[in-house]
Nanobody, 117 residues
Framework: QVQLVESGGGLAQTGGSLRLSCAAS????????MAWYRQNQGQQRQLVASITRSGAPRYLDSVKGRFTISRDGAKNTVDLEMSNLKPGDTDVYFC???????????WGRGTQVTVAS
């Protein structure tokens, strides 16, 4: 079973920065494609950024140039560096992992990001 534990998040001012980190355990990290999603109350979860096992990143158009996703195979972590934050980035952010062998998707509990205007 894959466990994902998020850290980081909190309150930032418009134009500020925050860093989210997600630690994965329970399997070989190299078997996981990783991603960050976000969700507002009552809304569908939205894919913010993803990174494959080989390190190829993809981003939601609205965060391109502001957010950077990275993974560290030595630490089994995936980070989301967020800069030039906007009030519209306010959401609960969830770490996500897809296990390529088991074909299963796993979620962290989420961490709140609030951007004050």
């Amino acid at each position: 079973q894959v466990q994902l534990v998020e850290s980081g998040g909190g309150l930032a001012q418009t134009g500020g920065s925050l860093r989210l980190s997600c630690a994965a355990s329970g399997t070989n990290f190299n078997d996981l494609d990783m991603a960050w999603y976000r969700q507002n109350q009552g809304q569908q979860r939205q894919l913010v950024a993803s990174i494959t096992r080989s390190g190829a990143p993809r981003y939601l158009d609205s965060v391109k140039g502001r957010f950077t996703i990275s993974r560290d195979g030595a630490k089994n972590t995936v980070d989301l560096e967020m800069s030039n934050l906007k009030p519209g980035d306010t959401d609960v952010y969830f770490c996500n992992a897809y296990h390529i062998g088991w074909r299963t998707m796993h979620w962290g509990r989420g961490t709140q990001v609030t951007v004050a205007s």
